[in-house]
């Protein structure tokens, strides 16, 4: 896999997704797109607009909107990374759980969105 387009906060997403989402197609790509992360350990250009995980969704086009940027934006704030930046998918892995999960901070990240519950439930 050649450096890939992520958005921040689906580093979080991968980390709590169990084989739910919007659609077939969306839960396929999502479940392709973890193993290839897992296994391949890309590096990844951080953005806070369309990936490699929304590509499979039903809803791509302007569904998520602002609600996703704040959710980008947030991570990198926390994380402490530029928008754009290329990264190894291991170290934006850690860096998010370390810096937002272990530390209690999903609630704040991304709290209002549909999915939290997944979440909420496994960080228990």
Known sequence: MQSSEIRPHHALCTAFFEGKGYSGEFVRNMAAVKERLASEDPE??????????????PHSQGTCGEKAVRYDRAVLEICGLPEGQIIRWSRLSRLVHEKIITAGKLPQVCGDCRWSYICSEKCK
């Open 44 to 57: 990844v250009r951080l953005t806070a607009g369309w990936d490699m995980i929304c590509r499979g969704c």
